[in-house]
């Protein structure tokens, strides 16, 4: 039986890991494609963070350190680098798109 602390340790890992990546698949779809909006847009940010966990996972699986703090922490790392890299960008609800992102 799960204990009511490590459940809730699981429960605040886990929102870590789901907002930061979540975080980072806005962010790279609103530089790659700025000007898609709604349901083409969120489908575009769920497929980047799906594709995100798994390459996290997939490296650290690579040397044999897939544990829960080091997702975490890698993770909120990929957060930080991706605002970091497209905090210049004017916001994708400005509109204004760049070239070649034309909407489906």
Not at 36 to 65: M, N
Not at 71 to 82: N, P
Request: charged residues 10%; without cysteine.
């Amino acid at each position: 039986m799960v204990s009511f602390g490590s459940y809730l340790l699981g429960v605040v890992e886990l929102a870590a890991v789901g907002l930061s990546v979540g975080f980072s698949a806005y962010r790279l779809r609103a530089k790659l494609l700025p000007s898609w909006t709604g349901a083409p847009a969120r489908l575009v940010e769920v497929i980047v963070g799906v594709a995100l966990i798994i390459w996290i996972s997939e490296i650290l699986g690579l040397f044999s350190l897939l544990y829960p703090g080091l997702l975490v922490v890698l993770s909120a790392a990929l957060a930080v680098i991706t605002h970091l890299a497209t905090r210049g960008q004017s916001s994708p609800l400005a509109g204004g798109g760049g070239a070649g992102d034309a909407a489906p």
